[in-house]
């Protein structure tokens, strides 16, 4: 597993403080990205929370996912949470050490009363003095937020500065990359009142550090205020893989308003999916987006393969990236009329430039969203072995197109790629084991690959597509 070490530096650790106003969170930030350019220590918000023990708790829901492995339990190095200015929200975001469980905290305008909220993305220092003392914030204690150093002016040589050396491998930047991809496919499928939702997630198994997580997959169905558990996949139903993945949520659920559940349309057939768990908060929503097994992280999920694959979406990112701006929603018909792409080839850029952790997908909004990571668009393919095989098959001429069939030649193997309505199926493990769950494997991909490379261009202008998409986000 490729791996990196990723250094914050932060003028002082973040903590609470008492001041004449009341209680006081300072949360340091490192560099980041800003409407204006690369920030040593950006300031995005600056007043009070308006719901100060429902927002401390949320906060200390995103550091617990950061700290946690639920594959193989235990607690493990914790990564800084990222959070985003969008003008109108802030949004917090960690994954798990196994990448199989992506939390966001979205605090609303509603939550925050005070200054403009500013916009671009940087990591916040979550430290355990910190945690500790969010977790003593009380229900009627005025709190005041600071995302950002309050006065610059005291970056010196003397002065204090914290520097944090993490680990990150790459899976992690290619979580995000997936995570945006398969919430694009999801649609709301339950909605539970407070008490119904409460009693729901407090029944869920307690994780255990003696153990494993839990390999059994479970579904529900929506059953009048609340849910029904089901052994198999049935239409409407929502896969919960790894139920105890959800107890993170527990430090939250004394404040909860309604549970939302969002997951992709399935069948009697289906193996199990990913699908993200909202809870509504006052002014707030808190989600967790769980992967389709407790062993499976989604860097391998294998979404982002085809948006990749394609030679045109390195263009068309480059040109969409130019008009992204810093919006709480990315229009698509707006950057369909801005760039002359199809709405198609929007999409596909902004897969490829979620894999530089630019994009993200808010399921509540059913829409897109713009932050920025320090990575580049082409680090995702380059550390991701499918694509570099399929592409090195193309390269030696290992593939033979046939009409719909196609042949792969690898070693003294040759397997058979077939194209089914637009989906492509193979004869080989990867594909017999996965059926195509976890993307394209490298052969149907090899194809598609050199199928594209022996079809003329076509116009890429939106006016010659005279396909419905007016917009929408999926």
């Keep these: ?29 490192s560099g980041g990205a800003t409407p204006a350019g690369q920030e040593a220590h950006p300031r995005f918000f600056r007043g009070f929370l308006t719901h100060p023990q429902v927002a401390a708790a949320g906060l200390l829901c995103v550091a617990d996912i950061a700290a946690a492995r639920y594959y193989q339990m235990q607690l493990d190095y914790s990564w800084d949470p990222v959070v985003t200015g969008d003008g109108d929200r802030l949004r917090f975001e960690s994954f798990s050490a196994c990448c199989g469980v992506y939390a966001r905290l979205d605090m609303l305008g509603e939550a925050l009363d005070g200054d403009d909220i500013g916009h671009g993305t940087t990591n916040v220092d979550v430290n355990i003095p910190l945690q500790d003392a969010l977790a003593r914030v009380g229900a009627s204690d005025p709190l005041r937020l600071e995302v950002g150093p309050d006065e610059m002016t005291v970056t010196t040589f003397e002065g204090p500065v914290v520097e944090k050396k993490v680990p990150l491998p790459g899976r992690w930047l290619r979580g995000f990359a997936e995570t945006q991809v398969i919430a694009s496919a999801f649609d709301l499928r339950a909605e539970l009142p407070a008490a119904e939702a409460v009693g729901f997630l407090r029944a869920l198994p307690r994780p255990s550090t003696t153990r494993g997580a839990s390999k059994a997959v479970r579904w529900v169905v929506p059953a009048g205020r609340s849910l029904r558990a089901t052994t198999r996949p049935v239409p409407g139903a929502v896969c919960l893989p790894g139920p105890e993945r959800l107890t993170a949520l527990t430090r939250v659920l004394r404040h909860a308003t309604g549970l939302r559940i969002y997951g992709p349309a399935v069948t009697a057939g289906s193996g199990p999916v990913a699908s993200a768990w909202e809870i509504g908060l006052p002014g707030m929503r808190l989600t967790l987006t769980l992967s389709p097994d407790t062993t499976r992280g989604f860097s391998g999920e294998g979404s982002v393969l085809d948006a990749l694959a394609a030679d045109e979406s390195a263009d068309d990112a480059d040109l969409v990236s130019v008009l992204l701006a810093w919006d709480p929603a990315v229009d698509i018909a707006d950057l369909a009329a801005q760039s002359g792409l199809t709405p198609q080839r929007v999409r596909a850029a902004l897969t490829r430039l979620g894999t530089a952790g630019r994009i993200g997908y808010d399921t509540a909004e059913a829409a897109y969203f713009h932050r920025e990571l320090p990575y580049d668009t082409g680090q995702a393919e380059r550390d991701n072995p499918r694509l570099r095989a399929a592409r090195a098959l193309v390269e030696a001429g290992a593939v033979r197109l046939d009409g719909e069939t196609a042949i792969v030649t690898v070693g003294d193997h040759s397997h058979r790629v077939r194209s089914t309505g637009g989906r492509l199926s193979c004869t080989c493990r990867w594909w017999a084991e996965y059926r195509g769950g976890r993307g394209p ?23 010659d597509n005279t396909d419905t998409a007016t917009g929408a986000t999926r």
Excluded: D, F, N, W
Excluded at 15 to 20: F, G, I, L, Q, R
């Design 1 to 29: 597993m490729t791996s990196s070490a990723q250094t914050y530096t932060y003028l002082r650790p973040s903590a609470v403080y008492s001041t004449a106003e009341g209680r006081r969170v300072a949360l340091e930030t």
């Design 441 to 463: 494997c490298k052969h149907a991909l090899a194809v598609r690959i050199a199928r594209r490379a022996a079809t003329p261009c076509t116009s890429t202008t939106a006016q």
